[in-house]
């Protein structure tokens, strides 16, 4: 197949791309490199089967010759980012998502979007199942991403009814691995980051809030077998294997090895109390679970933020 990605350069955007390459399709990337990187497609650069584009899918653009897939993961993600450029985000979460949308219907292509567990907001159903409608602060400091990707989910199923397009939507839980931003505000990143730089850990609040973790691989793999389900409505896709923040904390010391101590800091606002996706429709539909145990999934990632890591800390010694 011949597959459109936004948001290509980006963490999950990138290995996507590197999946659907491995697996014979050809990747037409978009990305605007707001927040993706270049370096995350670099190995890409002599694959015949690749192309890389940088455009803003707010503006019109088009695409030559045939397309089989449209896949949406044009998005700021990380709090750091989403707090830093909200117009952006809500723009790219609306306007964007209708710009691949109508792509998609003029290719007569498939159409998958990469929505998130944020529209669950702080939860009061736990474990959260597709059905639960969320409790979210539509004004908060997070509603730009949390009403964005709420927007661009009700807005697909809105070209689905309207003119049959074949939708997808994955509901993205907290992933993790290699290519992440050190300084994007979340807590994988954040943790490891700390320890190899022989700083304190910050954990917000008493740590009790949970999150469970994904490796980016099964998500990757989840999201090629929603992209050819016949499945229209949301499935979430992550790892239900929960754990409190001061559990993970705790953990990611015991991995590295590491001395550092925890530092406690005061709870955002809005952040979510509760987090672990119930997968039974993603198992049931599309045969999916998680593969890759977190210690091993970890393993991957430090190992590639040490060579992030430690350069920097020799170059300001």
């Given amino acids: 197949m011949r597959i459109v990605i936004a948001g ?28 993706g990187k270049t370096e995350n ?14 455009q803003d899918v707010t503006e019109p653009f088009t695409v030559e010759g045939p397309v089989d897939a449209v896949a949406n993961l044009a998005s700021l993600a990380s709090p750091k980012d989403y707090l830093e450029h909200p117009i952006e985000t809500l723009d790219v979460g609306s306007l964007g998502t209708r710009r691949l949308l109508e792509l998609a219907l003029a290719k007569g292509a498939r159409f998958l979007l990469t929505s998130t567990s944020e529209c669950y907001g702080d939860p ?23 009403e964005s990707k709420r927007f661009a989910e009700a807005l697909t199923m809105a070209y689905h009814r309207k003119h049959a ?7 993205i839980f907290n992933t993790y691995g290699p290519r992440m931003q050190l300084d994007d505000g979340r807590v994988v990143p954040a943790f490891l980051g700390q320890v ?12 009790s809030q949970t999150r469970s973790f994904c490796y980016v691989e099964d998500l990757v793999d989840g999201l090629c ?37 925890i530092r406690f800091e ?15 429709k993603a198992q049931a539909v599309l045969g999916w679970t998680p593969q ?5 999934g970890l393993r991957r990632t430090v190992a590639y933020f040490q060579k992030v890591v430690r350069p920097s800390a020799t170059n300001s010694a």
């Avoid at 497609?41 to 940088?54: C, I, Q, S, T």
């Fill in 196 to 207: 190899l730089r022989g700083e304190p850990i910050t954990v917000f609040g008493d740590g």
């Fill in 225 to 261: 077998r929603l992209m050819l389900s016949e499945e229209r409505y949301p499935v979430n896709l992550g790892n239900p294997h929960e754990m409190t923040i001061l559990e993970f904390a705790e953990h990611i010391r015991r991995l590295t090895g590491a001395s550092s101590p």
């Fill in 292 to 296: 890759v145990p977190l210690d091993e």
């Fill in 8 to 35: 290509a350069a980006g963490f999950i955007g990138s290995h996507l791309c590197d999946r659907l390459i491995a697996d014979g399709h050809s990747v037409v990337a978009l990305d605007n490199l707001l927040t």
């Fill in 41 to 54: 497609l670099a190995h890409l650069g002599g694959e015949p089967r690749f192309v890389f584009r940088a």
């Fill in 124 to 146: 009061l159903v736990h474990p959260q199942v597709e059905t639960y409608w969320g409790n979210v602060n539509p004004v908060g400091p997070r509603s730009c991403y949390d």
């Fill in 266 to 280: 005061p709870l955002p606002e809005d952040d979510p109390k509760l987090r672990r996706p119930d997968i039974s």
């Fill in 165 to 171: 397009a074949r939708t997808n939507i994955a509901r």
